[in-house]
C-alpha cells in the first residue's frame, strides 16, 4: 500500500489511515493504485495542460525497491518525452507512466553511475524492438560515447539477428555524444543545456536546464548542495531535486554522513536552494529516507521553501 500513499502525498492530499483493515485494504490496492495514477494524470491534463511536463518515471536509488524504480525522469515537450537517465527497467516503467516506447529516442545522462546507467540498453533496444526507427539520441558527461560503444558492441549478435533474420528490422541507430558544461542541445520546441554539479567524487556530473515553449524545467541530478542549482533555476517553473532526510541523516554512522554529506543533498539544503532559486515549485526525487516517512521530509524541506512541494511518485505528472 506504500506507493498509493506516496501517490497521494504527491498530490498534497491527506493520505489514508491505518484503520485495521488490512483485508479490505490488501483487496483493494491494485485498484487503488492504478485510479491513484490514472487520477494523477486526468487532473494534470484538466487543470494544467502545459505542453511542457514532468513526469517522474523512476524515484528510487540504487537500493532495489520494487515500488520504485531506478532513476529516471521524462520532461515531455509537445508530446516529445526527453529522458534523463535510465535506472533500472526504464522502458517498463515509462510505457506504465503513460509514455509511448516508440518515442523512447532521447536520453540526457546526469553521470555514468550504475543506478542512473543501468537501463541504457534498454533504451538503445527494447523501443527500436517494437517499432522505433529513429535514432536513439544520447547526450551526457564524458564516458557516455564509450559507454554507448561498449553496449552496441556487446549486443552486436542481437542486431544482427533481428535485421539479417526472419524479423528483417532496420538497422539500431544511436547518436552518442559526450557535452560539457555550456553545450545546448536544440530542439524542435525546446533547448537541453547541462552544468556541473558536485556529485562528490564523480569529476563529471550534471544538473540539466530545460526551456520548452511554456515552462523552464531544472533537473539536479545526483549533488551535494550547491549554488550552482540556484543559478541555473533562477525563477524555474519546476526544480526536480534529489533529497535525503535530515532527520534521519542525524542517526547514520559517521562513514555514513561523511559519504551522503558530499554525494547527496538534505531536505532542508533543499529547501534553502529553492528558496534561492525561487523556484516556482519542486518535485522530490531519488529520495534517500532511511525509513523517515515522506511527509516528514516534505516538512523539513517546507522549514525553508515556502512554495509547493511533491514528493514525486513513479508515474506522477507535475
Do not use: N
Not at 479490505?24 to 490514472?38: L, M, P, W, Y
Not at 495542460?49 to 524515484?59: A, I, K
Request: aromatic share 6%.
Amino acid at each position: 500500500m506504500r506507493l498509493a500513499a506516496v501517490l497521494w502525498l504527491g498530490l498534497g492530499l491527506p493520505c489514508c489511515g491505518d484503520d485495521g483493515a488490512a483485508r479490505a485494504e490488501a483487496e483493494s490496492e491494485a485498484e487503488a493504485e492504478s485510479e491513484s495514477k490514472v487520477g494523477a494524470r486526468e487532473s494534470e491534463s484538466a487543470t494544467a495542460p502545459h505542453r511542457t511536463r514532468v513526469v517522474v518515471v523512476g524515484s528510487g536509488t540504487p537500493v532495489p525497491d520494487p515500488e520504485r524504480s531506478g532513476p529516471c525522469v521524462a520532461v515531455v515537450v509537445d508530446g516529445q518525452p526527453l529522458l534523463f537517465d535510465g535506472g533500472p527497467g526504464v522502458v517498463r516503467a515509462a510505457v506504465d507512466a503513460g509514455l509511448d516506447a516508440v518515442t523512447l529516442d532521447h536520453v540526457f545522462l546526469t553521470h555514468l553511475h550504475s543506478d542512473h546507467t543501468l537501463g541504457l540498453p534498454d533504451l538503445l533496444l527494447s523501443p527500436w524492438v517494437v517499432g522505433r526507427d529513429a535514432p536513439l539520441v544520447v547526450r551526457g558527461p564524458q564516458g557516455t560515447e564509450a559507454m554507448v560503444g561498449h553496449l552496441m558492441d556487446a549486443w552486436t549478435e542481437d542486431r544482427r539477428i533481428r535485421t539479417a533474420g526472419l524479423e528483417g528490422k532496420g538497422p539500431l541507430r544511436v547518436d552518442a555524444v559526450d557535452l560539457e558544461p555550456g553545450d545546448r542541445y536544440q530542439g524542435a520546441s525546446f533547448t537541453v543545456e547541462p552544468f556541473a554539479v558536485a556529485h562528490g567524487s564523480w569529476e563529471h556530473a550534471f544538473g540539466y536546464v530545460v526551456e520548452g515553449p511554456d515552462r523552464r524545467i531544472v533537473i539536479s541530478g545526483d549533488t551535494g548542495p550547491t549554488d550552482a542549482i540556484a543559478r541555473a533555476c533562477d525563477g524555474c517553473d519546476v526544480l526536480v531535486h534529489e533529497v535525503y532526510s535530515a532527520g534521519r541523516y542525524a542517526e547514520l554512522p559517521a562513514s555514513a554522513q561523511h559519504y551522503h554529506g558530499s554525494f547527496h543533498t538534505s531536505s532542508r539544503d533543499v529547501g534553502r536552494l529553492a528558496s534561492q532559486a525561487r523556484a516556482k515549485a519542486v518535485v522530490l526525487v531519488h529520495h534517500l529516507l532511511w525509513g523517515a516517512p515522506p511527509e516528514s521530509v516534505v516538512a523539513e524541506v517546507r522549514e525553508r521553501y515556502e512554495g509547493p512541494v511533491f514528493f514525486g511518485a513513479d508515474g506522477m505528472a507535475y
